[in-house]
């Protein structure tokens, strides 16, 4: 039977906000006798808040924090620790003072620009706070001078025992080596041997989906797919 990983936000919901409910009734209908993993890169309170527990109580098991920590059965099966290395803060809050963006968030101001989360540190410039509207004029924003990239770069080089992945409208994950979400392929692998599909929304280099889709090109044992939105998750679930 094939294994079928979804990301989450930007994938199965609209960015930040709960899934649809009328994708919800076509998911559930969907989900029957099928393997279904959910593959995060936010923790189990976001995960809680954007996917009903219909549809958790369906899923083989749930991935949170990059594959830094995996519930089943409302259960925390395991769960990986990040101690961020001296200087990691510090170049990020140099990155968010002197960045381009035209509204910057204040340290402590207009929402947290860190989350320390199981095994990774979350990060955006403009304030975990920001609203809808200033998070898309943000992301548009970032897609004409690549903030986020070159933030990814730097910390990288100065860094090299971490790796930086693009995650969402606003934000970026840092990690050591080897935490990202290629975690939930290789545990699936080993625990379900099986086909596997992956879905997602930021699959290309440099994206959070990235790793657990290279994964699957190695070891030949699956495909992925890349999403604009959940509207295209949807179509794409007629087809397969």
């Known amino acids: 039977m094939t294994s079928y990983l979804f990301d989450i936000d930007g994938t199965l919901t609209p960015s930040l906000e709960k899934m649809e409910e009328s994708f919800e009734d076509f998911f559930l209908s969907w989900m029957n006798e099928k393997k279904v993993f959910l593959v995060g890169g936010s923790d189990k309170v976001k995960v809680d808040f954007q996917i009903p527990p219909s549809v958790q109580s369906k899923c083989g098991g749930i991935f949170c924090c ?3 920590e995996l519930w089943q059965n409302g259960e925390i099966t395991y769960q990986n620790e990040f101690s961020p290395p001296a200087g990691l803060t510090e170049t ?3 990155n968010q003072m002197y960045g381009g963006f035209p509204v910057k968030a204040k ?3 207009r929402g947290e620009i860190f989350e320390f989360r199981s095994g990774m540190l979350n990060f955006t410039t403009i304030g975990r706070n920001a609203g809808f509207k200033e998070r898309e004029r943000y992301f548009k924003w970032d897609k004409k001078h690549g903030e986020r990239k070159s933030i990814a770069e730097e910390v990288e080089r100065k860094f090299p025992e971490l790796e930086v992945r693009i995650g969402g409208k606003i934000s970026i994950d840092i990690q050591p080596k080897g935490f990202n979400k290629s975690q939930a392929t290789k545990w699936v692998r080993k625990n379900t041997p099986s086909q596997m599909i992956y879905i997602g929304d930021k699959c290309t280099y440099g994206g959070n989906d990235y790793d657990a889709c290279r994964d699957l090109e190695i070891s030949g044992d699956g495909v992925y797919y890349n999403v604009d939105d959940w509207k295209e998750t949807e179509g794409l ?3 397969l």
């Open 237 to 239: 679930l007629k087809t």
């Open 66 to 68: 990059m594959g830094n």
């Open 107 to 109: 340290v402590g101001g």
């Open 92 to 94: 990020l809050i140099i």
